[in-house]
């Protein structure tokens, strides 16, 4: 009996809206046809009364909360004039005045019924009570927002460091490649131009004896000549020995690259041999060509990058 009570007040209104909606249909899809296909026509038609059954059901289901209901609301009284107008230019275009009449009065008929059983079976709430929920509301929907922002704030600065991270393996891994490359070049380089062999070069001479050879003197530990006596060598005295005159060229001969590559700019190769080989034979010293380019390239190398030319 109590099912009975509460499905009565929505015969009508179903009634009314099942007739409106397809007589809504028929008209809308009828007049359409003159410019368009009958199925696109029709399905117009049948697009145009969902929405306005949508918004019929929309607004029914807001009132029964006692929820706002505004934009079904505002889609229903839109809907509501622009189909009794339909109705009412099919029946004139059918030259029926009765059946445009009646045509345009059953939606408004069936919107007057629905709007009474909502209003009959809506909860009804005092206006303090839908303050409330229309608070509680407004803070679920703020806390929502603020656990989304908050979400999303933290998922850039992940993705951020993330980024940070795989640049920072990608430099490292190419550093490591840039290093790899350069040892194999540098050996690759080394295996194809080997330095070579070095012919054994003289120490340095010490300025003691450097002033006794610039001055024609014998250094210490070479027997002046006319000294008389013998060294332990067996050579007589007042003659130097073999080892100790080869001792005394090659001395001389170091020291006299070493002037000589002291010029600024350092000179060539090429004019570097011959000023050795000149000053050589002026002041009557040996050595041979390789003795000599020996000493050229340890001087260019105690010179450092700064010191000869190519």
């Given at each position: 009996?109590?099912?009975?009570?509460?499905?009565?007040?929505?015969?009508?209104?179903?009634?009314?809206?099942?007739?409106?909606?397809?007589?809504?249909?028929?008209?809308?899809?009828?007049?359409?046809?003159?410019?368009?296909?009958?199925?696109?026509a029709?399905?117009?038609?049948?697009?145009?009364?969902?929405?306005?059954?949508?918004?019929l059901?929309?607004?029914?289901?807001?009132?029964?909360?006692?929820s706002?209901?505004?934009?079904?609301?505002?889609?229903?009284?839109?809907?509501?004039?622009?189909?009794?107008?339909?109705?009412a230019v099919?029946g004139?275009?059918?030259?029926?005045?009765?059946?445009?009449?009646?045509?345009?009065?059953?939606?408004?008929?069936?919107?007057v019924?629905?709007?009474?059983?909502?209003?009959?079976?809506?909860?009804?709430?005092?206006?303090?009570?839908?303050?409330?929920?229309?608070?509680?509301?407004?803070?679920?929907?703020?806390?929502?927002?603020?656990?989304?922002?908050?979400?999303?704030?933290?998922?850039?600065?992940?993705?951020?460091?993330?980024?940070?991270?795989?640049?920072?393996?990608?430099?490292?891994?190419?550093?490591?490649?840039?290093?790899?490359?350069?040892?194999?070049r540098?050996?690759?380089?080394?295996?194809?131009?080997?330095?070579?062999?070095l012919?054994?070069l003289?120490?340095?001479?010490p300025?003691?004896?450097?002033?006794?050879?610039?001055?024609?003197?014998?250094?210490?530990?070479?027997?002046?000549?006319?000294?008389?006596?013998?060294?332990?060598?067996?050579?007589?005295?007042?003659?130097?020995?073999?080892?100790?005159?080869?001792?005394?060229?090659?001395?001389?001969?170091?020291?006299?690259?070493a002037?000589?590559?002291?010029?600024?700019?350092?000179p060539?190769?090429?004019?570097?041999?011959?000023?050795?080989r000149?000053?050589?034979?002026?002041?009557?010293?040996?050595?041979?060509?390789?003795?000599?380019?020996?000493?050229?390239?340890?001087?260019?190398?105690?010179?450092?990058?700064?010191?000869?030319?190519?």
């Amino acid at each position: 009996m109590n099912q009975i009570k509460k499905v009565a007040p929505w015969v009508l209104p179903s009634l009314l809206t099942a007739v409106a909606v397809a007589w809504a249909i028929d008209a809308i899809g009828g007049i359409l046809t003159r410019q368009a296909a009958a199925p696109f026509a029709y399905s117009v038609a049948v697009l145009y009364d969902a929405v306005w059954l949508y918004a019929l059901a929309q607004e029914t289901a807001h009132r029964r909360q006692g929820s706002s209901a505004r934009l079904p609301k505002v889609i229903g009284w839109v809907f509501l004039p622009l189909t009794v107008a339909v109705l009412a230019v099919r029946g004139l275009l059918a030259a029926d005045v009765l059946a445009a009449v009646v045509g345009a009065l059953i939606p408004v008929l069936a919107k007057v019924t629905l709007m009474m059983a909502i209003d009959r079976d809506r909860t009804r709430i005092s206006s303090r009570a839908q303050a409330a929920i229309d608070r509680t509301r407004a803070v679920t929907r703020d806390r929502i927002a603020l656990t989304r922002a908050v979400a999303a704030a933290r998922s850039a600065e992940t993705k951020a460091a993330a980024k940070i991270l795989k640049a920072t393996r990608e430099a490292e891994a190419d550093a490591v490649t840039v290093t790899h490359d350069a040892f194999e070049r540098y050996a690759e380089v080394m295996d194809e131009h080997p330095l070579p062999e070095l012919v054994e070069l003289p120490g340095l001479i010490p300025d003691g004896e450097l002033e006794a050879l610039l001055s024609g003197g014998v250094p210490d530990g070479v027997p002046a000549l006319g000294a008389g006596g013998s060294d332990q060598s067996g050579a007589v005295a007042g003659t130097p020995s073999a080892q100790a005159a080869k001792a005394a060229n090659d001395q001389a001969v170091a020291l006299l690259a070493a002037q000589l590559y002291a010029s600024s700019p350092p000179p060539s190769k090429r004019q570097f041999r011959a000023a050795m080989r000149a000053e050589m034979n002026a002041q009557k010293l040996t050595g041979s060509w390789e003795t000599i380019d020996a000493l050229y390239d340890r001087e260019k190398a105690l010179a450092g990058p700064s010191g000869g030319n190519p």
